[in-house]
């Protein structure tokens, strides 16, 4: 039986032990989980999508769980009614690393829960799961520009996940791997990653998702964690297809600390505890402080642990072991444009080093495909620098998933739209000197338009913004349903090959090309071969 929270108050008291057996929800219902019995709320935006807040998918990593893999979340009795978001995992609340960052709010190591848009009636859809961004540092998955309505409308179920940050999230060191469960350290956002796609599949059904069409989406860091999970067998399986946006895992995984144990050192002796059982009573605050004092947070926090990654994702992907999915690929036109902090003052004669280590012989031929009369030689190296980690990156990927015969699409984004605070829609105003729009198709400017939030988030949108944004809500979830973001109603985006490099233009008016960035990409992978 199917109930509808008219009063929810009176229906929790009457329902407790009781809820609908078989899939096809509609708004303010009660569903039966694996961990027990929730009521969503409908979405403030279309109330014919229901909202499940704040759903645990794992036990609180605290106490003598604080650096371990996460466990499988205690059931509970009665209903729980999920209206609330849970508080977002330990992070800086003050600190300018990101422009978004500079509001308090609520933090807590009691962090891994998701949230689910449904659409009403819903029956074997396909589920969209969201890893946001934020350097692995910073984020939270129920920021609004993640809400799900807009996605959830086109018949997708749409989860955002929670997961351990920063030192709590990425922290290696060998007394944790002495005292860890998994006898490794490290990589514990991943593990909560992994833990999210796991109730997933134990509860999409219930919830008239299809946990045998799960799709995995993220951008920057959180794209980063979903080319990992690729690499990774503790996830295969629990996902079938790939959407990255604006990072890869093959040119930023740790590469000289390989393990983490060096730069984790560094933190615990800036932390100034001296056994195991000191590091794990010590203060949150203090991991952060301790984090910033030793520049822990300035390389990757992705390591190989030998857990959830046995090897380098690239030696992964280069052999062709890496999960065989459909992959929806891309990066924007001026990623590094006002959101990488500008490499300090460099001299010609540095950034002529520079180029020679990253272009070899044809450091001249790199040099001149950029527009030097407006980069300062700090600037430039900042660009080809996010061209190398982000554009190079990006096509590497779709070029391993064309070789072992995956279906693959390429994006690029030259929509310039409006900047904003990310993560914090209540104060958007940046007020950049030339204007909301100066910062180009800048990183993370796509997502308000993936998630279809313009109405929602930021300010000055324009009609031009939404048509954008009706295109990528469209192409995201086709792909989600599908494994091809192509259907009739939609411009045709041609499938990317080697041989084609066709890469899908997105603007007001999208079109199929054959490769962007082709001279510089061509310089790097040179370079660095695939």
Not at 435 to 454: E, K, M, Q
Not at 495 to 509: C, G, K, M, P, Y
Request: glycine share 10%; proline share 6%.
């Amino acid at each position: 039986m199917i109930l509808r929270l008219v009063f929810p108050a009176l229906l929790l008291l009457v329902c407790a032990g009781c809820g609908s057996d078989k899939p096809g929800r509609g708004h303010g219902t009660i569903v039966t989980l694996t961990e027990g019995q929730a009521a969503g709320v409908p979405s403030p935006y279309d109330d014919q999508i229901t909202v499940y807040r704040g759903l645990p998918y794992a036990k609180p990593p605290v106490g003598d769980l604080r650096w371990q893999a996460p466990a499988p979340a205690e059931s509970w009795r009665g209903v729980r009614y999920a209206d609330t978001f849970s508080e977002s995992c330990y992070q800086p609340r003050h600190w300018d690393y990101f422009v978004w960052r500079r509001e308090d709010f609520a933090v807590s190591e009691n962090c891994l829960y998701l949230n689910v848009w449904v659409p009403d009636d819903a029956q074997n859809l396909p589920v969209m799961v969201w890893f946001h961004g934020g350097s692995h540092i910073s984020g939270q998955g129920h920021s609004l520009i993640f809400d799900g309505t807009t996605l959830a409308k086109q018949d997708v179920l749409v989860v955002t996940v929670n997961y351990r940050l920063g030192p709590f999230g990425f922290l290696a060191h060998p007394w944790l791997s002495e005292i860890g469960d998994t006898g490794t350290s490290g990589n514990y956002g991943l593990m909560d990653s992994i833990a999210a796609l796991q109730w997933v599949q134990r509860n999409a059904d219930a919830l008239g998702g299809d946990s045998g069409n799960v799709t995995i989406f993220g951008q920057s860091a959180g794209a980063q964690s979903v080319c990992s999970l690729m690499a990774s067998g503790r996830a295969r399986g629990l996902f079938h297809k790939v959407i990255g946006q604006s990072a890869s895992c093959l040119s930023s995984v740790a590469t000289t600390d390989v393990n983490g144990y060096h730069r984790g050192s560094e933190l615990v002796s800036k932390l100034g505890v001296k056994s195991a059982e000191e590091l794990l009573a010590a203060e949150a605050d203090a991991l952060l402080e301790a984090m910033v004092a030793s520049n822990w947070q300035s390389e990757t926090r992705i390591t190989i642990d030998g857990y959830v990654l046995d090897e380098q994702p690239p030696e992964v992907f280069s052999s062709g072991a890496q999960a065989r999915v459909p992959v929806m690929l891309g990066f924007l036109a001026d990623e590094d444009e006002q959101f990488f902090p500008v490499t300090e003052a460099v001299t010609e004669a540095q950034l002529d080093e520079f180029l020679t280590y990253v272009a070899g012989q044809r450091a001249a031929e790199l040099k001149a495909q950029y527009d030097l009369a407006d980069l300062t030689p700090g600037e430039l190296k900042g660009v080809i620098s996010t061209d190398i980690y982000i554009a190079l990156g990006v096509q590497r990927w779709a070029e391993y998933q064309d070789a072992i015969g995956q279906p693959t699409y390429l994006y690029y984004m030259d929509h310039i739209p409006p900047a904003f605070h990310i993560y914090m829609p209540e104060q958007p105003f940046l007020d950049l000197p030339g204007g909301p729009r100066s910062g180009g198709a800048y990183h993370s400017g796509d997502l308000a338009l993936v998630f279809g939030s313009t109405d929602k988030v930021g300010y000055d949108w324009t009609d031009e913004d939404r048509a954008v944004s009706e295109h990528m809500v469209r192409y995201w979830t086709n792909f989600a349903k599908t494994g091809n973001p192509n259907d009739p109603g939609v411009i045709e985006w041609g499938a990317f090959t080697r041989d084609s490099l066709n890469t899908q233009v997105i603007n007001v008016s999208p079109a199929t090309v054959s490769g962007v960035k082709t001279r510089i990409l061509d310089i790097l992978s040179h370079r660095q071969p695939l």
